[in-house]
């Protein structure tokens, strides 16, 4: 609903804009916005519309330039002044070339010239009211990008703050010479800085990813693929990972299964949630990938047989930087970034991915994409 504030020292006319406005509605399909509807005030005199305002300001302004007392120039610059956020339309029988001037630099945003019709009127207002509500979804949207900035690189500081601290507190060590002169007393600092540092790089490529996905700025390549076949290339990637883990993996799929997609990307989701399945895994573990194509969907489904995680942990999982903090998994290194660019490929295929989870017993993943 947007207020409008009438001011004219003319009752009738006063009235009649109410009346015309009350049953004014505004429709903003771009915005997916329902109608907005319009509620009137009145003064009749430019102080009273500034004792009005000084209680609450109006969206838009319908003022009359001619008013005993203080004119509509007059109350113009009072809120210009006062920084009020509301839409001058100014109304006037006496218009003139200078009067539009000093009207329009004191802020006036339209003119609207007496005796006007209601169509006139509602002409005016809704261009006005238009603007009004354009430019505040503009600024939310502007206040939204900024906090969400914030967030996210409040987020990057305190990911990378941590790991940054730990491999400064080993150098130092070392430069001190704190465990001696001899090379071997130092193996442990140089294998904790070196994870620091895998972890650090981890989060860089990640994010890398995901700004390559959001940004729409790299070339999708869409080809037919067989992602049974790039199962078994990722499958392949992740093996001396696994095999360190003492972990076994199963591809159950062994038929072709074709999507028309960028290899990339199937690579990013495969990846991911592999990476995912060995390294929150318990010791001789096991990671089961299912591809099947179902309804025109393509179906990947990997299970292991991990630590697996609760309902509220489940919830979280999807969002960016999240990461499931506890004894399990204090040691094991991630960005919180890996489901979060599956599931932002599997939405640019029309489709989703979702998770089931138990802790102890594993988790599964499925990720659903379009196959065309």
Do not use: C, W
Not at 57 to 62: H, K, T
Not at 188 to 194: E, F, G, K, N
Not at 272 to 282: E, F, Q, S
Not at 323 to 340: D, E, F, H, V
């Amino acid at each position: 609903m947007l207020r409008v504030l009438v001011v004219d020292d003319e009752l009738g006319m006063r009235v009649g804009a109410a009346r015309v406005l009350e049953r004014l509605r505004l429709h903003l399909p771009e915005l997916d916005q329902h109608e907005t509807s319009f509620v009137a005030t009145q003064a009749e005199s430019g102080e009273q519309a500034l004792n009005i305002m000084a209680q609450s300001s109006p969206d838009i302004l319908l003022l009359d330039y001619k008013l005993p007392g203080i004119s509509g120039l007059d109350v113009l610059a009072e809120i210009s002044s006062r920084s009020y956020d509301v839409l001058t339309i100014m109304i006037t029988a006496y218009a003139t070339l200078d009067t539009a001037i000093v009207a329009t630099q004191r802020g006036a945003f339209d003119f609207l010239a007496k005796p006007f019709t209601p169509d006139e009127l509602r002409t005016t207002v809704l261009k006005a009211a238009k603007h009004v509500v354009l430019n505040r979804h503009a600024r939310q949207h502007a206040d939204e990008k900024r906090r969400l900035r914030f967030e996210f690189i409040s987020v990057l500081a305190h990911e990378l703050k941590a790991p940054l601290a730990a491999v400064e507190g080993y150098i130092m060590a070392m430069q001190d010479r704190s465990l001696g002169d001899e090379l071997p007393s130092y193996l442990p600092m140089l294998d904790a800085s070196l994870v620091r540092l895998h972890g650090m790089r981890k989060l860089v490529t990640d994010l890398l990813d995901m700004t390559r996905l959001e940004s729409g700025q790299r070339k999708r390549e869409l080809e037919k693929l067989d992602i049974v076949e790039v199962a078994k290339a990722a499958i392949e990637t992740v093996s001396s990972e696994a095999q360190s883990r003492l972990v076994s993996i199963t591809l159950q799929s062994q038929t072709p299964v074709y999507i028309t997609a960028d290899r990339y990307e199937i690579e990013l989701v495969l990846l991911n949630l592999l990476t995912n399945a060995i390294k929150y895994n318990r010791k001789n573990g096991k990671v089961e990938i299912f591809v099947e194509t179902k309804n025109q969907k393509i179906i990947i489904k990997i299970t292991d047989t991990g630590i697996g995680m609760n309902t509220e942990e489940v919830a979280r999982i999807f969002k960016e930087f999240v990461r499931i903090r506890n004894n399990k998994t204090r040691l094991i290194p991630g960005s919180g970034l890996g489901l979060a660019t599956v599931r932002k490929v599997a939405m640019l295929y029309g489709g989703n991915a979702t998770v089931k989870s138990e802790p102890d017993k594993g988790t599964t993943v499925e990720v659903i994409l379009n196959s065309k």
